[in-house]
C-alpha cells in the first residue's frame, strides 16, 4: 500500500470507518492528511509506533484547534498568519481545515484575499514546502508524467494559473501559485470538497516582472513569457494531458491576463468541464449582490444604467451576466447592452475604437450616441462624463486603480439617483476603487455598498451600514460542489445564473432593507450548499448530468473535517 493508496483510502472512508495505514512512526507523523498529532489515542499509538513521539496526554481535535488558535493570533502580522496557516496545512490537514472552517470570517482574509496578495509577491521567499505541481514550459514534453506525480489518484477540482494577473497586481510568475492553493482551501473550507481531490497548479511559462527575474531566490523559470503559437501548444499539451490523467475533473482558469482569459475559455469550454473564475464567478456573485441591491431600490435591474469601471475580463464578464438578467426580464439583447458603458484605461468603449479586443466589442456604446459627451479637446470620455450624460444608478469598479471613484462624480451620482449602487470591487484592499467611509460620506448614507475585499462596516450619523464583501467565495465552491455531485458534463452560463439567484435569495438585505447585501462569511457552508443545489439543479435542466436525488447526492459530498479511527494494514 503506497501513499496515493493510503490517501485514496481517506477519500473513500465513511464517518466512523477505521483508517488502515502502511505507515508508522514518524513516517505517519509527516503524511498531512493523517496526522493527528497529540489526537492519537494510545491504543493507535502502540499500534502505529507512534510511543514516546508525542507528548503522553491525548487530546481532542478540539483542544487542537483551540492552541493552534492562540499560535494564529500570536503572529505579529497578517503575512506572517497566512504563513502559520500554510504550514499548519502541510503538516496537518485536518487540523488546519477544522481551525478554518471554526473561524472562516477571521481566516478568509488570511489564506485568501488580501493577504495572498502579498503572498505571492513574496512566495519565493516564504516558500517552506511545495504544494501542487508547477509546470515549466522547458518540461512541456513531460506534462503527463508530471500530472502522474500528483500525490493523489482521485482529482476532482484543479484550480490553474500561468500568475500573469495575480489579483490587482500584476505579473508574479511562479509566486502565482499561492492563488490556487488559497482557492482550494476555500473550495474545502466553504464548499467541503474533500482537500485529497483537489490539486493547484502552476502553468510556468516564465514572466516579464523584471524584480522576480533578478530575485536571486526566484523559484519559477528565468525566462520571459513566451506568447503566441508557443504560449497556445503549451496550454493545449496541458489541456489534453489533464484529459487523459483526469477525465472528468473540474478545472478552474484563474488569474490568466485578459488577452488569454477569454480567449482559453471560449476554446475550451466546450471540451472539457470548466470554467474562468474571474469571468463567470466574479459575474455571479456581483449578480447575486446586485439582486439584492435592486431589491432595496424597489426597481428591476432592467430599469437601472451601469457603468462599470475596467473593461478586461471580469468587468465584461459582469455586464455580459447582467446583460442575461436584464433579457430574462423582458428587455431585448440590444436595449439591455445599451444600458452599459464600459470604460477601460483609454475611456469609454465605443464602436469606432479599433483596438477593442473581441469579448469588449458587443459592449461598446454606439460612437454616434456618445461624441458630444467631451468638449473641446481629444481626450477620452471618462467617468465623470459618464455620470454627467448616462445618469448610471449602478457604478462597479473592477480596475485595479485605487480611488478612481472620486468624490465628484459619487456626489453627483447620488444628486440624481435617491440610491446609489457603488462596487468597488478591485482587490487586495490597496487598490479598490473607493472606501466605503467615503462613499457613505459622499452620499449622506444613502449607498449601497459592496466590496472586493473585507472592510469594516461604517457608522454613519447613528447608523451602521454594513459592508458586504462581494467575494468569489460565496459561488465558486457551491459550483464546484454542485458540479460534482451530478457529475455534470460541462459548466454553463446557466449554471451561473442559478447560482447568482441562489446567493440573492441568501441575502439578509432581501428580508430587511438595512442588512448587508450579502450573507456573513460565517454562513459560506450554509450559502455554499444552497448553490450547490441550485447548479445541480440547472444542469439536470441542461441535460449536462443525470438523475434525481439531487439533496442526498450534494450531502454526500460534503467533508468536514474530523479525525477518523486508524489501525495498522496488515502484512
Not at 533578478?214 to 503566441?228: A, C, N, Q, S, V
Not at 484529459?243 to 475559455?265: I, S, T, Y
Request: charged fraction near 25%.
Amino acid at each position: 500500500m503506497d501513499v496515493k493508496t493510503a490517501i485514496s483510502a481517506t477519500i473513500e472512508a465513511d464517518d466512523g470507518d477505521v483508517l488502515e495505514v502502511p505507515f508508522t512512526g514518524q513516517l505517519l507523523l509527516e503524511r498531512a492528511m493523517l496526522n493527528k498529532g497529540t489526537a492519537f489515542t494510545h491504543q493507535e499509538r502502540r499500534e502505529l509506533g507512534l510511543l514516546g513521539l508525542l507528548p503522553p496526554h491525548t487530546e481532542t481535535l478540539e483542544q487542537q484547534v483551540t492552541r493552534a488558535h492562540e499560535a494564529y493570533q500570536d503572529k505579529s502580522t497578517d503575512l506572517e498568519r497566512h504563513i502559520y496557516l500554510r504550514q499548519l496545512q502541510d503538516s496537518n490537514a485536518t487540523l488546519f481545515y477544522r481551525l478554518l472552517v471554526d473561524h472562516l470570517a477571521e481566516l478568509m482574509p488570511i489564506i485568501y484575499t488580501p493577504t495572498v496578495g502579498r503572498a505571492c509577491e513574496r512566495y519565493s521567499h516564504i516558500i517552506r514546502r511545495p504544494r501542487g505541481l508547477f509546470i515549466a514550459y522547458p518540461e512541456r514534453d513531460e506534462i503527463d508524467v508530471i500530472l502522474e506525480n500528483a500525490s493523489s489518484p482521485q482529482v476532482d477540482v484543479i484550480v490553474v494559473t500561468d500568475g500573469e494577473r495575480i489579483l490587482g497586481l500584476g505579473d508574479q510568475g511562479a509566486g502565482g501559485m499561492g492563488i490556487p492553493i488559497g482557492k482550494l482551501a476555500i473550495y474545502t473550507a466553504c464548499g467541503g470538497i474533500h482537500p485529497a481531490t483537489t490539486l493547484p497548479i502552476l502553468l510556468d511559462p516564465g514572466t516579464n516582472n523584471r524584480e522576480r527575474l533578478e530575485d536571486p531566490l526566484y523559484i519559477g523559470w528565468r525566462h520571459e513569457r513566451i506568447t503566441g503559437d508557443d504560449y497556445d501548444a503549451f496550454v493545449d499539451a496541458f489541456v489534453q494531458a489533464v484529459k487523459r490523467r483526469f477525465p472528468g475533473v473540474l478545472l478552474q482558469w484563474e488569474d490568466f491576463a485578459r488577452h488569454n482569459a477569454h480567449r482559453l475559455l471560449d476554446r475550451y469550454r466546450d471540451e472539457l468541464c470548466s470554467f474562468n473564475d474571474d469571468i463567470q464567478g466574479t459575474a455571479a456573485v456581483t449578480a447575486g449582490a446586485l439582486l439584492a441591491a435592486v431589491a432595496v431600490t424597489g426597481r428591476r435591474l432592467r430599469e437601472h444604467t451601469v457603468a462599470i469601471v475596467g473593461a478586461g475580463s471580469a468587468g465584461c464578464g459582469i455586464a455580459e451576466q447582467l446583460v442575461a438578467v436584464m433579457v430574462e426580464e423582458g428587455l431585448s439583447e440590444r436595449d439591455a447592452r445599451a444600458r452599459f458603458f464600459m470604460i477601460d484605461r483609454q475611456g469609454l468603449l465605443h464602436d469606432a475604437m479599433g483596438d477593442l479586443q473581441p469579448f469588449q466589442r458587443d459592449l461598446a456604446q454606439p460612437k454616434d450616441r456618445v461624441i458630444g459627451w467631451r468638449q473641446g479637446d481629444d481626450r477620452p470620455i471618462e467617468l465623470s462624463d459618464v455620470i454627467e450624460h448616462a445618469h448610471p444608478t449602478i457604478l462597479i469598479g473592477v480596475s485595479g486603480q485605487p480611488g478612481v471613484f472620486r468624490e465628484e462624480s459619487i456626489r453627483a451620482m447620488a444628486a440624481y439617483c435617491e440610491r446609489p449602487i457603488v462596487f468597488p470591487l478591485s482587490n487586495p484592499t490597496s487598490r479598490a476603487e473607493a472606501t466605503p467611509a467615503n462613499l457613505i460620506s459622499w452620499t449622506d448614507g444613502r449607498a449601497l455598498i459592496a466590496t472586493g475585499s473585507p472592510f469594516d462596516d461604517v457608522e454613519h450619523r447613528g447608523r451602521r451600514h454594513p459592508i458586504a464583501q462581494c467575494n468569489n467565495s460565496y459561488v465558486f465552491p457551491g459550483v464546484g460542489l454542485g458540479v460534482r455531485a451530478v457529475a455534470a458534463r460541462r459548466v454553463s452560463d446557466g449554471m451561473f445564473m442559478a447560482a447568482a439567484r441562489a446567493l440573492a435569495d441568501a441575502s439578509p438585505a432581501r428580508r430587511d432593507p438595512s442588512g448587508a447585501l450579502l450573507p456573513p462569511l460565517a454562513d459560506a457552508r450554509r450559502v455554499a450548499r444552497s448553490i450547490a443545489l441550485a447548479v445541480a439543479e440547472a444542469a439536470v435542466h441542461e441535460g449536462l448530468a443525470d438523475g434525481d436525488g439531487l439533496e442526498a447526492r450534494v450531502d454526500a459530498r460534503v467533508w468536514y473535517p474530523r479525525y477518523r479511527p486508524m489501525r495498522r494494514r496488515p502484512g
